[in-house]
Structure formats: C-alpha cells, structure tokens
C-alpha cells in the first residue's frame, strides 16, 4: 500500500522550523500583554451559518473558500476561516461584552480552500487581535502602533509599510456602490472577467482588482472618500493626525476595502515586497456592526490578524533569527562503564535542579568513548561533561568545549556549576 501524504496546502511544522514559530507566539504574546491584551481559545469548528452572517455571503471565502460539512446529526458546520466572528461569538456568549473595554487576542490554525502557493495555504495561523467597546480613532491608533512596535522587535520595521483607508458607513458604501456600477456598467465588456461578476455581487471588490486595464479604467471612476458621511472622515482625519503625531508613516490607498463584510470606517493592511503576490502579512480594521448583526447589543470594535506563515517566510528569507533562537543542547553528559553511567544521570538530575532552563542530554544507548564524544557533538551541546574511572574516583568531572575551541579541563564537584556558568552562553531566547 501506498504512503499517506498530509493535504495539499496543509503543511507540518517541523523540529528545525518551531523554534522560529515559538519566537514569534512568545515575542507577539510579550506585546500584546504590555498593551492589556488577554488571549482566548476558540473552537476550530463552529455553525456555518456563524461565517454567513458575519464574513457575508458573497465574500471569495463564504463563496468558494469553506471547509464545510455536514455531522453526524446533520447540521452544518465549518472549520473557521478566520478567528473574527468566532471570537464575537464567544465573548457574546459568555457575557464579556456588557459595559466593558475588552482586549482580546488568539492564535491558531484557520482553514480556506484557496489555491496554494508560497504564503497561501489552506491550513494557515493567525495571530488576532481584537479590541472592543472603543469607537475613537484613539484606539485604531494604538492597535497600528502597537503592530509597528512587533515589527520593530522582530527587525521587520524596514521591510513592511502601512497602507489605511476608511470605507465608511454602510450608507455611505450602498451610495458609492451605485455610483461605481454606473459608471462601471459602460465599461462593462472591458472588465477581466472576476469584475464582471463582481459588478452584480460585490462591485466595491473590483477596485481590489489585479488586472491592469480594470485598474486603468478605474482611474477616472467616482472613489470612495468623496462619499463618505461626515463621521467616517472625521474619524478618518483623527487616525491620520494620531498616527502623523506618533511618527508612524502611513500610505492612504483609496482602493483598500478587504475581503470581508463586515468592516466599516478604518481599514488596514501592512504589506510587503519580499513575499511576492502575496504580500499582506497583517490586515484588519473596524468592524462597529458585527457584534449586533450577531445578536449582542451595539458594540463597537477593531481588529487585525496576521498571516504567521507569512512572518516566518519573512525572517527566514531575510535572516532575521537571532541566533540565541534555537533548540540545541546545552550540555552532553556521559559515562563510561555501568558505574559512570550511574553517576551521569544522577548528576544531570542535579544539574536540571541547579539550571532548569538549559538542555541537559544524559548519554542513553551504550557505544564506545569515541561514538559517545560524536553524538555529543552532533547534539549542538556547546560542553561535554565525562564521567570516567578517574573522574568517579576523584569526585571530578571532565568538561570539554564543544564549540569554543577551549582546553578540556578537570574540575572539582564544589567547582563544577560555577565554571559551567562560565562556559555556557546566556540562557537561550527559545527557552527564557
Ligand atoms: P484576512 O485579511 O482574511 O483578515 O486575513 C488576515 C491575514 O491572514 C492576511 O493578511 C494574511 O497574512 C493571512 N492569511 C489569510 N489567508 C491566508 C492563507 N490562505 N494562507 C496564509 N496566510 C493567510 C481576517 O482574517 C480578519 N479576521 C482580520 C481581522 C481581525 N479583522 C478584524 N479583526
């Protein structure tokens, strides 16, 4: 019988790549607790119908995305396509929206049946965010500083730029949208054959469009800012003055207007060119009508989630892993003879007791010295410690560098934990 393969555009994580994941979960966690930020877990499956009324029904993701089936009692479920509505699902149900500002953020795998490529899986994780019960450009402005802030501690700062715009009240878009069908709608034939379709479904969708005479012909079409309501622009004008104080550079792209339904007001997204197409590794915006759309009282909020694939593509490829960020062993430990190896794993134990944030590897699986010394060598551990017949006679232990290229030497016990802080790097990053 043949092999199983995992699913296309469903991708293992492995041992040489979970270090870097774990960098990035421990450094994002770091800052989202510094701003107030407290993290929830959510079901991976919830009702389909959860996904219709929030995303919207003629979204790319409702419409041809879902991993949606049927269980066993016959009702309707969907792995999540992303963590939003989930997420407002849950705080609704469990009371935490009532009278109170709440900060919230998650992390894990979403699910959305696109076609894979480099940075567009099908099974992808995000890390969201999401803050309610704030309806002041205050806010959407801490939630971009506070993303520019993990830009900065991951060094991506140089690499990534902000582009925002607002879309509005649901009144000002249903006016733009007429505006922009007729004139669109003399074009009509001209138009790739997405937009086409997109003129009947989702017509503001089409000034997200790729192909370049759509774009051409979209140069004299009506934009979206000359219809917004005197709230939007205001609050618009207050981000922008927030952020120009703040020093945080921004590009307004008046055709930015995201894929999901229920945004209005600020949307965002931080964009890079190291990934080619796809690009946007962090994205998000206001969404004021959702929580009642859903059933909870008026409640307002902003979010964002950021693709981690993306993030971690892109301090691979531009080699921005501290070197401290690694899963090596910090010391080998091994015996020789039944009584040597006895007293190995004895004094791992106390060394585990004396330094509980290092890699102790006791020698298991016999072999002679010299296959002993190779597989501590292969272990990364930067010092062998050697427990011999004249070790366990003396009460000593033998420590050789690894990696330093330092003289072995002999020590006493009462020496020992002393000289190993000596030779031992600060405690990695992966484990602190
Ligand atoms: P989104 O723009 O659909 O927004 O996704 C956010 C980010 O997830 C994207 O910018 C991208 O980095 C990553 N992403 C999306 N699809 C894929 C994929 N197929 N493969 C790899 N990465 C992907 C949302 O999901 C909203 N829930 C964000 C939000 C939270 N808005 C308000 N609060």
Redesign the pocket.
Known sequence: MGKINAIRGMNDILPDQSPTWQYLERTTARILHGYGYHEIRMPVVEQTDLFKRSIGEVTD?VEKEMYTFEDRNGDSLTLR????AGCVRAAEQHGLLYNQVRKLWYTGP?F?H?RPQK????Q?H?I???CFGLSGPDIDAEVLLMTARLWKALGLTPHVRLEINSIGTPEARRAYREALVAYLSDYRDELDDDSQRRLETNPLRILDSKAQHTQALLKDAPVLADYLDDESRDHFDGLCRRLDAAGLEYAVNPGLV???DY?GKTVF?WVTDSLGA?G??????R?DGLVSQLGGKPTPA??????M??LVLMLESLDLIPDSVNDRADLYVLGMGEAGEAEAARLSEHLRDAMPDRMILTHCGGGGFKSRMKKADRSGAAVALILGEDELSGDTVTLKPLRSGEEQRTVSRSELTETLAGLLSPVSESTA
Do not use: H, N
């Open positions: 993701i396509p992303e963590g939003t979403m959305r696109e940075g567009r899986y099908r992808f995000q969201g965010v999401e995201r894929g999901l945004y997204e796809q946007t590794v962090c994205a998000g915006g969404y902003v979010g964002f989630a950021m693709g694939e993306r």
